[in-house]
C-alpha cells in the first residue's frame, strides 16, 4: 500500500512541474510579444493587409474570376514578398490560358524556394507550360500548294514538200482542221414576252388615289375644328360640328383603305416576278 501511495505521488509530483513549466513558457513568451520593438507594428499591418488580399484573391480564384485574383496576389506580394504567392500567381495564369507567364511565375516561384511537397508539381506544370508555349509560338504551316499542271503536248505538224517531189507519203500527217464554231442560238426567242403586271399597278394607283382623297377630307375637317374653336367654339351649329366630324371619319377610312390597296399590289407585284 504504501509503495502505491509513493508511486502517485511522484506522478502527481511531475504532473505539476510540467504544468508549472508550460505556464512559465507562456509567460516568457507574453512578455516577449509585448517588448518587440516598435518597428513591428508597420510590419504587422502589412502582413496583414497581404493576408486580406490574398483571401480576396482566393475568393476569386475560385470562382474562375482568374484577372482580379492575380491583381490581389500581386498586391498581396507587393505588401509580404512571401514565394507561395508566386505559385499562387502561376496557378491562376496557367488556369486562364496564358501559358507565357504561368512560366515565368513557376520558374520565379522555383527560384525563390520552392516548398519540398511542391517540387513535383511544380516541375510537371513547367513542362506543361513550356509544351504549351512552344506549340502557340510555333510557325503555322506554309498553305498546300496544288501540283503544277503537265505542258500540253504540241500539235503534229506535215513535213515541208521539196520541189519536184512526190505526192506525201503514207508517213507524213496533216494538221486536222479546226472544228468550225457554231454560232451561239439566239436566246431572244425563247424568252416569253414581258408582261407588265397591270394589277398591281391599277391597285397601287388606285390606292394612292384613295389615300390623297382621304387625306384631304382629313385635313378638311382639321381646319373646320379649328375654325369653329377659334370663332364660335361650343356655341358653332351642331350640323357644322356633325359635317365636320363626318368627313374626318371618311377621310380616315378612305387612307386605310389606300393603305391596304398599295400594299396590296407591292405584294402582287412581288409575287408575279
Given at each position: 500500500?504504501?509503495?502505491?501511495?509513493g508511486?502517485?505521488?511522484?506522478?502527481?509530483v511531475r504532473a505539476?512541474?510540467?504544468?508549472?513549466?508550460?505556464?512559465?513558457?507562456f509567460?516568457?513568451h507574453?512578455?516577449?510579444a509585448?517588448?518587440?520593438p516598435?518597428?513591428d507594428p508597420?510590419?504587422?499591418r502589412?502582413d496583414?493587409?497581404?493576408?486580406?488580399l490574398?483571401?480576396?484573391a482566393?475568393v476569386?480564384?475560385?470562382?474562375a474570376?482568374?484577372?482580379?485574383a492575380i491583381?490581389?496576389?500581386?498586391?498581396?506580394?507587393d505588401l509580404?514578398p512571401?514565394?507561395a504567392?508566386?505559385?499562387?500567381i502561376a496557378?491562376a495564369?496557367?488556369?486562364?490560358?496564358?501559358c507565357?507567364e504561368a512560366?515565368?511565375?513557376?520558374?520565379?516561384?522555383e527560384?525563390?524556394g520552392?516548398?519540398p511537397?511542391?517540387?513535383?508539381?511544380?516541375a510537371?506544370h513547367?513542362?506543361d507550360?513550356?509544351?504549351?508555349v512552344?506549340?502557340?509560338?510555333?510557325?503555322?504551316?506554309l498553305?498546300s500548294?496544288?501540283?503544277a499542271?503537265?505542258?500540253?503536248?504540241p500539235?503534229?505538224?506535215?513535213r515541208?514538200?521539196?520541189?519536184?517531189?512526190?505526192a506525201t507519203t503514207?508517213g507524213?500527217s496533216?494538221?486536222?482542221?479546226p472544228?468550225?464554231?457554231?454560232?451561239?442560238?439566239s436566246?431572244?426567242?425563247?424568252?416569253?414576252?414581258a408582261?407588265?403586271?397591270?394589277p398591281?399597278?391599277?391597285?397601287?394607283?388606285g390606292?394612292?388615289a384613295l389615300g390623297?382623297?382621304g387625306?384631304?377630307?382629313y385635313l378638311?375637317?382639321?381646319?373646320?375644328?379649328?375654325?369653329?374653336?377659334?370663332?364660335?367654339?361650343a356655341?358653332?351649329?351642331r350640323?357644322?360640328?356633325q359635317?365636320a366630324r363626318?368627313?374626318e371619319?371618311?377621310g380616315?377610312?378612305m387612307?386605310?383603305?389606300g393603305?391596304?390597296?398599295?400594299?396590296g399590289?407591292?405584294?402582287?407585284?412581288l409575287?408575279?416576278r
Amino acid at each position: 500500500m504504501l509503495g502505491r501511495r509513493g508511486t502517485r505521488g511522484a506522478q502527481c509530483v511531475r504532473a505539476a512541474c510540467a504544468c508549472a513549466f508550460a505556464v512559465v513558457l507562456f509567460a516568457v513568451h507574453t512578455s516577449a510579444a509585448q517588448t518587440r520593438p516598435a518597428a513591428d507594428p508597420s510590419r504587422a499591418r502589412r502582413d496583414a493587409e497581404a493576408a486580406q488580399l490574398n483571401d480576396r484573391a482566393l475568393v476569386h480564384f475560385n470562382i474562375a474570376a482568374y484577372d482580379s485574383a492575380i491583381e490581389e496576389f500581386k498586391a498581396a506580394y507587393d505588401l509580404a514578398p512571401a514565394p507561395a504567392l508566386l505559385f499562387n500567381i502561376a496557378q491562376a495564369y496557367r488556369l486562364k490560358g496564358a501559358c507565357d507567364e504561368a512560366l515565368l511565375f513557376y520558374r520565379n516561384y522555383e527560384r525563390a524556394g520552392v516548398v519540398p511537397t511542391h517540387r513535383t508539381v511544380v516541375a510537371a506544370h513547367i513542362a506543361d507550360m513550356e509544351a504549351c508555349v512552344a506549340k502557340r509560338h510555333a510557325p503555322s504551316p506554309l498553305p498546300s500548294q496544288p501540283p503544277a499542271a503537265a505542258p500540253p503536248e504540241p500539235a503534229s505538224t506535215a513535213r515541208p514538200r521539196g520541189e519536184g517531189s512526190s505526192a506525201t507519203t503514207a508517213g507524213d500527217s496533216t494538221p486536222a482542221a479546226p472544228p468550225r464554231e457554231r454560232p451561239p442560238a439566239s436566246t431572244s426567242a425563247a424568252l416569253p414576252p414581258a408582261r407588265l403586271p397591270w394589277p398591281s399597278l391599277v391597285a397601287v394607283g388606285g390606292g394612292a388615289a384613295l389615300g390623297a382623297v382621304g387625306l384631304g377630307l382629313y385635313l378638311s375637317a382639321a381646319h373646320d375644328y379649328g375654325e369653329f374653336e377659334r370663332t364660335c367654339g361650343a356655341s358653332c351649329p351642331r350640323d357644322d360640328w356633325q359635317g365636320a366630324r363626318t368627313r374626318e371619319r371618311f377621310g380616315v377610312a378612305m387612307l386605310g383603305l389606300g393603305a391596304v390597296a398599295i400594299a396590296g399590289g407591292i405584294v402582287g407585284w412581288l409575287l408575279s416576278r
